[in-house]
Every structure is written in C-alpha cells, then in structure tokens.
C-alpha cells in the first residue's frame, strides 16, 4: 500500500520526469539530448559563417527567409500527409535527410568551397524537409507516453532538453570556431544525427489503427483549417504565437550583428550570449516540467510575455556585453515559457486525427525565429 502511495503522489523532483518511465520517450529524450547539441552548433556556425563571408544583415536575412519559406508554403500539405501516414517512418526519413543537408556544408566548408549560394540552396532543401519534421515531430510525441496526464511533462522535458543543447552547444561552437573554423561544427552536428536515427531505430510502438481519411488533400487542409480557426481556444493559441513571431522573434537572425558590432566581440561572445539565452529558456522549461497539470498555464503564458517584452527592451538598450546577457537572459525565459505552454494546451485539446495539421500551424505560424525550425529536430 505504501508503494502504490508513493507513486500516485510522487515529489515534486520525481514528478518532474516522470515521462521517462516510458521506454521509447527514454529513448528519444536520450537521442536528442545528444543531437540538440550539434544543432546548436551548426545554429551558431551557420550564423557567423554568414556574417563573416557577407558582412551582411540582410543576407542573414535571406539565409533565414531561404529556409522558412519552404516550410510556410509547403507545411500545410505536409501536415495532411503526416496525419496519414506513420510518424515515425517519417521521421526516420526526414532526420537521415537533414544529416545529409549537415554532411554536404560540412565537406563545402572544410574544402573551402562554400559559398552564399550554397548555403541558400541548402537552405531551401531543409526547409523543405523541415515542412514534413515539423508536421510530424511534436505529435509523435504524444505517441510514446502512454498516459495523457503524463503528455505535458513529456512535452516540458522535451523543451528542457532542447534548451540544454541550446546551453551547451552554442558555448562549444563559439570555442570551436575560434580555434578550428566553422567547418568542424558542422561535421559534429551531421555525426550527431546517428543518436537520432538510432533512438528511432530501437523504439518499440504499438500498432495504431489510423482512420480512413478522405483523399482528396485540399479537403483534408480545408478542414484542418476550419477544425483550427473555428475552435476559438484553438485560434486564440495561434494568434498569440503570431504576434511573437511577427513582432518578437526576428531579433535572433541579427545575432551575429549584435555579438560582432554592437558589443565588439567576435564567435565567442555569440556563443555567450546563446548560452544565456538557453539558461533562462532550460529555466522556464524545468519550471513547466514540475507542473502537474495544465491548469493556470494561461496566466504563465500572460507574466511570460511581459518577461519577453522587458527582455528585449533591455537587450536592444544594452551596449555592454553582461547586461546584454542578462537581458538575453530574460528573454529566453519568456520565450520558453510562452512556446511550451501554448504548445502544451494546443496539444492536449487538439483532436488527434487533426494533430499534425495543426502541429503545422502552431509551428509555421512561428517560423522559429531562424532558430527554432532551422534547427531541424526532433526537439523544442
């Protein structure tokens, strides 16, 4: 009897990740807890690889664009596909494809080939394939808990672990790049892929029986959209993650421009102030973790948007690099915890023969700030 007391009323610590009981998040959580590190690595390397080849902010600009596009235009239709067919063969496909995207930039760099041409052809080529990750990653998430109370913890641990790549990775790089180049860093990042690949490779899901859906796609999206758009809870979610993004977000494609000119540093010092970043992102992330229930999550979501607001005020104010960390600080915190809790009630509302449509919208919708899509994974 004392047994089954202690595991209905776990501590506030075990309670926190109590998702990894199921062996397949296990392995998921483990494989991208490896491959978010390389993603934050090619982030940081990409981004001043850019920088230093252009000196340009806005071909930062079209680096990004090139990579988004794809997805915005092209995620809608991979969104029905992903609610059709297996998840998880999808993204088996989608993971082996980015490490070949990662392996060609990082056979161009360390060649000395590479050029912006080639990065925006590239580019487009994950945004493409991205279109499909991303319409299948989130949900598929759902698929390895087990118990739906256990869903917004697994997805809390899943923005804990994307944020301490986001902590770890960028500080490497930023070494990295000093000393070796930026060639290395993607090397590292397309050997990091094999974690995910394998973490798929060894799960083992139960059958789903999948409804029989109408073929015709543009009915399907029709009703995806108006599933989405005529459910006002639903709606309300998407307008508040549009509004970030439109308003908020592009601030991480100038990144480079902040680190170098306004603040005189050079990788480094980019690599700080990602670190930051992703310490107060993990913060928030870990703080979503130890709930136990969804319940209040729109108030978060309320105090977490003000902490972004003040954040980047203060970081667009800054001109010394401690202050900006700090205020780069802030900000992560309020990203996460605005992001991971509309995705967290977004996902437990959402009709599960509709999951990946609006998994689609959630995250096309944000556009990821040049981070957060581009990174291609199957975390955050």
């Known amino acids: 009897m004392a047994e089954t007391t202690t595991q209905d009323n776990p501590t506030r610590l075990g309670g926190m990740f109590r998702a990894l009981k199921y ?14 590190i390389g993603t934050w690595m090619q982030q940081i390397a990409m981004s001043w690889l850019v920088y230093r080849l252009t000196d ?18 092209l995620g809608p239709f991979a969104g029905v596909i992903s609610d059709r067919f ?21 056979a ?6 590479i050029t912006i041409t080639y990065i925006l052809c590239l580019g487009v080529f994950a945004g493409v394939v991205n279109a499909f990750d991303m319409s299948a990653r989130q949900s598929f998430v759902v698929q390895l808990v087990e118990k739906r109370e256990d869903m917004s913890n697994a997805i809390a641990l899943n923005s804990s672990m994307f944020n301490m790549g986001r902590l770890v990775g960028p500080s490497v790089a930023g070494g990295i790049i000093a000393t070796v180049g930026e060639g290395m860093c993607f090397l590292i990042n397309a050997l990091s892929y094999f974690a995910v690949l394998a973490s798929l490779l060894l799960m083992r899901l139960p059958h789903m029986e999948r409804k029989v859906q109408d073929t015709q796609v543009l009915k399907s999206l029709t009703e995806g959209f108006q599933y989405a ?43 700080l102030l990602m670190g930051a970043s992703g310490v107060g992102a993990l913060a928030g992330a870990l703080y979503l973790a130890s709930r136990k229930t969804v319940v209040g999550l729109a108030r978060v979501i309320v105090v977490a948007s003000v902490l972004f607001g003040i954040g980047l005020i203060g970081f ?9 960390m700090v205020a780069i600080f802030v900000v992560g915190l309020g990203m996460i ?3 991971a809790s509309c995705n967290t009630l977004l996902q437990t509302i959402v009709d599960e023969d509709k999951r990946a449509r609006d998994e689609f ?18 975390g955050g």
């Open 108 to 113: 161009l760099v360390l060649t000395g080939s």
């Open 23 to 36: 062996r397949n998040y296990r392995l998921f959580f483990m494989g991208q807890g490896i491959s978010l």
């Open 229 to 271: 758009f005529g459910f006002q809870p639903i709606r309300d979610i998407l307008i508040l993650i549009a509004t970030l993004s439109l308003f908020g977000m592009p601030f991480t494609v100038l990144m480079p421009a902040f680190a170098r000119d306004v603040l005189g540093g050079d990788a480094s010092t980019l690599g």
């Open 361 to 378: 919208l959630l995250h096309g919708i944000h556009g990821h700030g040049a981070h957060w899509q581009s990174a291609g994974r199957l």
């Open 56 to 73: 340009s902010v806005f071909l930062l600009g079209m680096v990004s664009f090139a990579n988004q596009i794809p997805s915005f235009l």
């Open 316 to 324: 667009a104010l800054s001109q010394t690099l401690v202050l900006s």
């Open 86 to 106: 297996n998840r998880h063969r999808v993204l088996l496909v989608t993971q082996f494809l980015f490490l070949l995207e990662a392996s060609t930039l990082a």
């Open 337 to 339: 915890l605005r992001m």
